[in-house]
């Protein structure tokens, strides 16, 4: 997936300069999970009242947090796989990854060649990846109905290869602290999704929403779709088996994700096919809230 691929497009595409914005979380415990994201991550606690909290990098809130009482993780069911944090560089990510270490947090590097990354969970099972972009190292593409990972030099990889941290760890300087914050430029990049059909949320995020298809394979029983031609805001994956049932109301996990457009004409074309389509949608002070097929919640806003 890049910038170069053919997008599937319908008649009408999702403002280029859409981007996602907050992901609100349902937690069990709201004091391990603020001691999480701040500590081991290096998130800023913005403000917290009563049960809720919101984190960031300084500027708005990139992760809310609510506590509920008597909640369970449950498996097989849809929902989140992960969200993304975008470092501005390698720099960054690699002081993320090194914190990660210094305090043995278990996480995964991972090179998917055009972009440097580490997955791992939170306290409660919620998936977490922190990445940069590296296009310069090469592309990830769709093709014959399989993902293809190619270097720079033309030669292939399977996109999941061990990342070198010793290689990312020298961009590290000096006078680099590991237990400073988040730089002020991170932001949310991407989500990625548990869905009950790939094909039925493709018609849900690109039928109606309007996001392109930068990729979809029946074989690896995934999607994904951006706006503007990145290679992907939005993963669908039905790895937990189609037609798998979404969570029950006390299931922790994801509550809603935010997708933010530049400006309200932009919005209300989102909001007229939302609407022609018959789908319900709640106005909220965060935005309208609606639900997907597989009940994911997804917030538009004007960002």
């Known amino acids: 997936m890049n910038a170069q691929t053919n997008a599937a497009k319908t008649e009408f595409?999702?403002?280029p300069a859409t981007k996602l914005g907050l992901v609100s979380l349902t937690v069990a415990n709201l004091e391990n999970q603020i001691q999480f994201y701040t500590q081991a991550l290096g998130f800023k606690l913005h403000w917290r009242?009563?049960?809720?909290?919101?984190?960031?990098?300084g500027g708005a809130d990139l992760l809310l947090l609510t506590e509920e009482a008597n909640l369970k993780r449950y498996r097989g069911v849809t929902g989140l796989y992960h969200f993304a944090v975008l470092f501005p560089n390698r720099r960054e990510l690699a002081r993320a990854v090194a914190r990660l270490s210094v305090l043995k947090y278990r996480n995964y590097p991972t090179d998917h060649i055009m972009t440097k990354t580490t997955y791992l969970d939170d306290p409660e099972g919620n998936g977490i990846e922190l990445y940069c972009e590296s296009p310069e190292d090469g592309t990830f593409i769709i093709e014959n109905d399989d993902f293809v990972t190619r270097r720079a030099d033309g030669s292939w990889s399977d996109g999941r290869e061990p990342l070198d941290v010793e290689a990312l760890f020298?961009?590290?300087k000096e006078e680099d602290r590991l237990d400073d914050p988040l730089p002020a430029e991170t932001r949310v990049g991407h989500v990625h999704l548990h869905v009950r059909n790939v094909q039925e949320a493709v018609d849900f995020y690109h039928g109606i929403i309007g996001f392109?298809?930068?990729?979809?394979?029946?074989?690896?029983?995934a999607a994904f779709i951006s706006a503007g031609g990145y290679h992907h805001h939005l993963g669908l994956n039905a790895w937990k088996g189609e037609g798998a049932p979404p969570p029950p109301a006390d299931a922790v996990g994801l509550r809603h994700f935010t997708v933010e457009l530049p400006n309200q004409q932009a919005l209300d074309e989102v909001v007229k096919r939302i609407d022609d389509a018959g789908i319900p949608s709640n106005k909220t002070d965060n935005g309208l809230l609606l639900y997907?097929?597989?009940?994911?919640?997804?917030?538009?806003k004007v960002g």
């Open 212 to 221: 392109d298809v930068m990729g979809n394979s029946s074989s690896f029983k």
């Open 292 to 300: 997907d097929p597989s009940q994911n919640g997804v917030v538009l």
């Open 49 to 57: 009242e009563g049960n809720r909290a919101g984190l960031g990098a």
């Open 170 to 172: 020298s961009h590290l």
């Open 13 to 15: 595409s999702i403002h």
